[in-house]
T-cell receptor
Framework: DAGVTQSPTHLIKTRGQQVTLRCSPK?????VSWYQQALGQGPQFIFQ???????QRGNFPDRFSGHQFPNYSSELNVNALLLGDSALYLC?????????????FGNGTRLTVT | DAKTTQPPSMDCAEGRAANLPCNHS???????VYWYRQIHSQGPQYIIH???NNETNEMASLIITEDRKSSTLILPHATLRDTAVYYC???????????FGKGTTLSVSS
């Protein structure tokens, strides 16, 4: 049973560019959340998708957007990259938002903006 | 902001019990306490969660005080592989987002 998978594992982009990160949830899970983790900090919540809609959003600018597909996989898009966007981006999946089911995290995509 | 307070670091000898404290004095009646850990270069891993009763699973035990203002995660026999950052999180029953703090860095040594 595959867990949460993310691609790519590492990525280098230039300031001002756009990036797309991808996530496949754990089998049986229908809710996907995205987190940003800067070096030495805990993960910060970006947003959560359920039924192909954004259900919750953290304190992140509109440059951060997402999408969820009918097969529950998800993408995170970041436009106009800034140096400060360099971080580990984590995807987590779970059962529908109203449940208490724990989040299962992938190992993340390390984004470096130069 | 995170609703929990944890010591920044702790040390534990291999084979001993590791007791990680967490204060959550503003917790409300419908909020659960969750524990996750993050081993270097990996995503966070779920450990255990509870509401008011003590909980135990194959990884750890969770002890919640009667007033629910604090809790302790217990790893009964710590190994070197338990070296990680441990996060204590309170979460609404409705499944709102996990809000991580800085956690406790547990170092297990032989």
């Amino acid at each position: 049973d595959a867990g949460v998978t993310q691609s790519p594992t590492h990525l280098i982009k230039t300031r001002g560019q756009q990036v797309t990160l991808r996530c496949s949830p754990k089998s049986g899970h229908d809710t996907v959340s995205w987190y940003q983790q800067a070096l030495g900090q805990g993960p910060q919540f970006i947003f959560q998708y359920y039924e192909e809609e954004e259900r919750q959003r953290g304190n992140f600018p509109d440059r951060f957007s997402g999408h969820q597909f009918p097969n529950y996989s998800s993408e995170l898009n970041v436009n106009a990259l800034l140096l400060g966007d360099s971080a580990l981006y984590l995807c987590a999946s779970s059962l529908e938002p109203g449940q208490l089911s724990p989040l299962h995290f992938g190992n993340g995509t390390r984004l470096t903006v130069t | 902001d995170a609703k929990t307070t944890q010591p920044p670091s702790m040390d534990c000898a291999e084979g001993r019990a590791a007791n990680l404290p967490c204060n959550h004095s503003t917790i409300s009646g419908n909020e659960y306490v969750y524990w996750y850990r993050q081993i270097h270069s990996q995503g966070p891993q779920y450990i255990i969660h509870g509401l008011k009763n003590n909980e135990t699973n194959e990884m750890a035990s969770l002890i919640i005080t009667e007033d629910r203002k604090s809790s302790t995660l217990i790893l009964p026999h710590a190994t070197l592989r338990d070296t990680a950052v441990y996060y204590c999180i309170v979460r609404y029953q409705a499944g709102t987002a996990l809000i991580f703090g800085k956690g406790t860095t547990l170092s297990v040594s032989s």
